[in-house]
């Protein structure tokens, strides 16, 4: 019940279109209720014979049109608030996930599959607002009636009100004891279901690589062996079920011969009139119908619970805390690392004892093997994660005592990736500022060496570009993410420079756009190439998750630390020596 009421709660905003589906439910549930009392009287007054009262008759036959047209039009109307309610929940649920998702921290997308995230969604969200719809539109409706009946069958036979009024506890009791084993079975289901989503929606947004390596036929497998593993699921879960339901049908049409049997017997020995037992034979029918309709009400109910735990458990997560109202301001751009420690896993410290300084303007090179922690540490700047112990400073200023909409106002940020969305070239450089004017946008375009290639497209900056850029050339997306970044115009800087797989001339472009992307501002470079280490102001190497030197390119060249190594590098025997050592530290010559 818990669970239900949880469920119940996420539309509480929509309680009074609940309330006005209810009123229209008791409406309806009154005309089933008079129906058979109609239906009953008239069967009497049938009976009377040339004795009837004609005008009697035809006014029980007016009352029985007039109900069945205010059935059609309350179940219409009911009908169609309902499937308002539907939508609206679907729009509420969906908007508080997808907000909530965006306030919780990076770990949590690094521990999970983005289509797991999003088969969660659409799962959960499809069975709760099923499950309301339910509710409203057939759950209340069959409360309402059956009450009502029941009070009117214990009026007319307090025998037959009681066999019939023993049919819920017996079938809930029945069904109640066969939920937990139910949704074992749809927990692993569900298990199959996001895994094998996950790997579709990974394998679809990255299909250039599955067809490039003839990988079609092993995706698909996985694909497959998931949802066969639901299946081999769904075979026991539906065959127990199904079981149970045979058992609990069998106990009900044992009730139900006792019941016709008593008000046939009794009818005939004259305890009933024609039109009693007429009017207890509907009633019997009118509980009959949602008494077998429970099983589809109690599966939906079970599924809503099982599918919607995702929901509640992501929706359960701790978003990031940002207990600061304090906005920062850089004036300078100044930033310091003091005795900064950091694990991604509690008390596994991967990194300890991080510090350097940069200077407002200057330009810096995070230099290390893979793995050392360069990516972690502008992370650590954007506060995606926060430091174990030690602080970062901005102009003196802890960047963990600021709003993080404002530190990160103050970043710009060229990932390796340039990360596009799809939409137009105009929509992704003004990603940063949506009401950057046109000629704002083109400057900045200009200034990334872009402009030239944009203007040459049918539509210029109203091009659309594709999911991630895909219509666009390697260079052209990194341009397009350089453009993004100036027009952005924040004082610091985060510049993964990857260039490695561009063409020569892409290349030159992008080097020269990252040039005017860098000018006066105060920029953390993670350097792909020895010639960006060597332009620097300074260097910072990491080596075994700590600073292991800094200094400038002159100072640090004959130190014999990592700087020098990566020089001597230069002077290998052989290309192939050459860039499979540059390669350890991600670099190319």
């Not at 119908?289 to 929706?315: C, G, H, K, W």
């Not at 003196?396 to 969305?421: C, M, W």
Request: charged content about 20%.
């Amino acid at each position: 019940m818990k669970d239900i009421f949880k469920i119940l709660q996420t539309g509480r905003e929509l309680w009074r279109s609940y309330v006005l589906v209810s009123i229209f439910t008791v409406l309806l549930s009154l005309i089933t209720i008079f129906q058979p009392l109609l239906a009953g009287w008239a069967i009497d007054e049938i009976q009377k014979g040339t004795q009837a009262n004609v005008t009697y008759a035809f006014i029980l036959a007016l009352g029985m049109f007039l109900l069945d047209l205010a059935q059609t039009g309350f179940s219409n109307l009911s009908g169609y608030i309902g499937d308002i309610i539907q939508i609206k929940l679907n729009k509420i649920l969906s908007e508080n996930y997808y907000k909530h998702l965006m306030s919780l921290p990076q770990h949590y997308f690094d521990n999970e599959q983005t289509g797991k995230i999003i088969n969660r969604l659409n799962r959960s969200i499809v069975q709760i607002t099923n499950f309301i719809h339910m509710m409203t539109n057939n759950f209340l409706q069959f409360i309402f009636s059956t009450i009502l009946s029941l009070f009117i069958v214990f009026y007319i036979s307090w025998p037959v009100g009681l066999m019939l009024a023993s049919l819920y506890p017996i079938f809930v009791w029945m069904t109640v004891r066969t939920s937990n084993k139910w949704m074992k079975y749809q927990s692993k289901k569900n298990v199959h279901f996001d895994v094998a989503n996950g790997r579709f929606n990974e394998a679809i947004s990255q299909v250039k690589v599955v067809k490039s390596y003839m990988q079609q036929k092993r995706e698909l497998n996985f694909f497959s062996r998931h949802f066969t593993g639901a299946y081999k699921q769904t075979v026991p879960q539906s065959r127990f079920w199904h079981k149970q339901d045979v058992k609990r049908r069998l106990i009900l049409n044992v009730i139900f011969f006792g019941v016709y049997g008593f008000i046939f017997v009794r009818g005939a020995q004259g305890a009933f009139t024609p039109g009693q037992a007429v009017t207890l034979i509907l009633y019997a029918i009118n509980i009959r119908i949602p008494i077998f309709s429970i099983s589809y009400l109690v599966e939906n109910t079970q599924r809503a619970v099982a599918d919607s735990r995702d929901y509640f458990e992501a929706m359960n997560e701790v978003p990031e805390i940002d207990k600061s109202v304090v906005d920062l301001e850089v004036t300078k751009g100044e930033i310091e690392f003091k005795n900064v420690a950091f694990g991604y896993v509690k008390n596994k410290i991967i990194m300890d004892n991080i510090s350097f300084s940069i200077k407002a303007g200057q330009k810096v090179a995070l230099v290390g093997e893979s793995g050392e922690g360069k990516t972690t540490l502008t992370n650590l700047m954007l506060r995606l994660y926060e430091p174990s112990s030690g602080k970062i400073t901005i102009d003196s200023e802890d960047i963990t005592e600021v709003t993080k909409a404002s530190l990160r106002a103050q970043i710009g940020v060229v990932f390796q990736e340039p990360n596009l969305f799809s939409g137009t070239i105009k929509e992704n450089i003004s990603y940063a500022n949506p009401k950057a004017s046109q000629a704002q946008i083109e400057s900045a375009a200009k200034a990334a060496n872009a402009h030239e290639f944009i203007k040459d497209f049918d539509e210029g900056y109203d091009t659309e570009i594709g999911e991630r850029g895909l219509k666009l050339s390697g260079g052209q997306k990194q341009r397009i993410a350089i453009a993004r970044a100036i027009l952005k115009d924040a004082p610091i800087l985060i510049l993964d420079e990857a260039t490695s797989s561009l063409d020569s001339k892409s290349e030159l472009l992008v080097q020269e756009a990252f040039e005017h992307l860098m000018k006066g501002r105060t920029t953390i470079i993670i350097a792909h190439r020895l010639s960006t280490i060597q332009n620097v102001d300074s260097i910072v190497a990491l080596k075994n998750g700590t600073v292991a030197e800094t200094g400038s390119p002159e100072e640090l060249a004959t130190s014999g630390g990592i700087y020098s190594r990566l020089l001597e590098v230069q002077t290998a025997r052989s290309a192939e020596e050459r860039q499979e050592a540059l390669a350890k530290f991600g670099i190319v010559g």
